[in-house]
């Protein structure tokens, strides 16, 4: 009787290590197929967020000089977001580190939005622009320099609002 439970606790103890191998060899291939597919996904570029930033940059001056501060407050958490975003998917690039600079002038402009103060607005967008500029000048972009919008991005778009019975 003892000989056949030992040979059972043995058989058991055998199955269950042969299992347990079985399901880490079985975990350990998924977790490298995941590893393989994270390599292949999609990530956006420095390049691709800076260009939203100049896009957003562009909308919110001519949303702030139509005073529709809805705009300008969609506008300035576009940028945010974006800023965030760089520092959470680029940080193996270097020019991130500089990135802070933005964040009290961008909390400076929302400010103005809050404030609906078309003239603080534009003297925070001026401090604004030069900051890009200057963060691009710490990063040896200065090649890149941006400026106070002259035309609007986009002729589809209205950035004076509209009243409801305009509509």
């Given at each position: 009787?003892?000989?056949?439970?030992?040979?059972?606790?043995?058989?058991?103890?055998?199955?269950?290590?042969?299992?347990?191998?079985?399901?880490?060899?079985?975990?350990?291939?998924?977790?490298?197929?995941?590893?393989?597919?994270?390599?292949?996904?999609?990530?956006?570029?420095?390049?691709?967020?800076?260009?939203?930033?100049?896009?957003?940059?562009e909308?919110?001056?001519?949303?702030?000089?139509?005073?529709?501060?809805?705009?300008?407050?969609?506008?300035?958490?576009?940028?945010?977001?974006?800023?965030?975003?760089?520092?959470?998917?680029?940080?193996?690039r270097?020019e991130?580190?500089?990135?802070?600079?933005?964040?009290?002038?961008?909390?400076?402009?929302?400010?103005?939005?809050?404030?609906?103060?078309?003239?603080?607005?534009?003297?925070?967008?001026?401090?604004?622009?030069?900051?890009?500029?200057?963060?691009?000048?710490?990063?040896?972009?200065?090649?890149?320099?941006?400026?106070?919008?002259?035309?609007?991005?986009?002729?589809?778009?209205?950035?004076?609002?509209?009243?409801?019975?305009?509509?």
């Amino acid at each position: 009787m003892t000989r056949s439970i030992l040979f059972l606790s043995t058989t058991l103890l055998f199955f269950s290590c042969n299992q347990s191998s079985t399901e880490t060899l079985r975990l350990q291939n998924e977790v490298d197929s995941l590893k393989i597919a994270l390599k292949e996904t999609y990530k956006p570029g420095l390049g691709e967020f800076m260009s939203s930033i100049q896009v957003h940059h562009e909308k919110l001056y001519f949303a702030g000089q139509n005073n529709n501060w809805k705009l300008a407050d969609f506008e300035i958490h576009e940028i945010m977001e974006a800023v965030d975003d760089i520092q959470h998917y680029a940080t193996e690039r270097p020019e991130v580190k500089e990135l802070p600079m933005l964040l009290p002038v961008l909390d400076s402009v929302n400010e103005a939005i809050k404030k609906q103060d078309k003239n603080l607005f534009n003297k925070n967008f001026v401090i604004l622009t030069n900051t890009c500029n200057e963060c691009h000048k710490a990063v040896d972009y200065d090649f890149n320099r941006v400026k106070i919008p002259e035309t609007p991005p986009f002729s589809n778009q209205v950035f004076k609002i509209v009243s409801d019975s305009a509509k």
